[in-house]
């Protein structure tokens, strides 16, 4: 198979399903969005495929499932709403991130304070997933009506949450240091 087909060279892309639409169109710059999240989860992952830590591999396997996930979001955003979705996002989804934040939350020092994105490059890589993410999730919100799954925006919304809790966890687990904001600048 080759990787380039030349059906793009005029600006035009086709959704799941065949439906031809500009590359500048907002659905596609929602799903291009969650790439370019989950590239950047990959590369925080890629920083820390060499810690050592005893809930390293948990905390990798977890990472590799996200970005899984995210893929799949991607090809609901991609994918007309009066078409099926060969994929759905469920409740238990948004349940399971929810659950992952709150066990890492636990054993986490408090916020007294904003924290800038800081730490070690897969802490760091993982707040600027996280801020794709939340571009992703504003793309979504204006495809609001036209989405086959509403629970899309609820996701994004939740994975911000979890992306910057997983650097605050990165950070701990590997030694990074939190910088806080500074109010006297």
């Known amino acids: 198979m080759r990787i380039y087909t030349r059906s793009g060279d005029k600006g035009k892309t086709s959704l799941?399903?065949?439906t031809r639409v500009a590359k500048n169109d907002v659905r596609v710059e929602a799903y291009g969005?969650?790439?370019?999240?989950n590239s950047l989860i990959g590369l925080?992952?890629?920083h820390l495929s060499k810690s050592d830590w005893p809930e390293s591999d948990r905390f990798l396997a977890g990472m590799h499932r996200i970005q899984t996930i995210l893929f799949h979001v991607g090809a609901e955003l991609a994918t007309p709403k009066e078409k099926e979705v060969t994929?759905?996002?469920t409740d238990d989804h948004i349940n399971e991130l929810e659950t992952q934040i709150d066990e890492w939350d636990e054993q986490l020092p408090a916020l007294k304070n904003f924290i800038l994105p800081s730490g070690t490059?897969?802490?760091a890589g993982l707040h600027a997933a996280r801020t794709v993410v939340r571009r992703a999730e504003r793309l979504a919100v204006a495809l609001q009506d036209e989405l086959p799954n509403e629970r899309v925006i609820s996701y994004l919304n939740r994975l911000s949450d979890f992306l910057?809790?997983?650097?605050r966890y990165a950070n701990l687990k590997t030694g990074g240091e939190e910088l806080p904001l500074k109010a006297d600048v």
């Open 164 to 167: 910057f809790v997983a650097a």
């Open 33 to 37: 969005t969650c790439d370019e999240a």
């Open 16 to 18: 799941i399903y065949g």
């Open 44 to 46: 925080a992952v890629s």
């Open 121 to 123: 490059p897969a802490a």
């Open 87 to 89: 994929w759905k996002l």
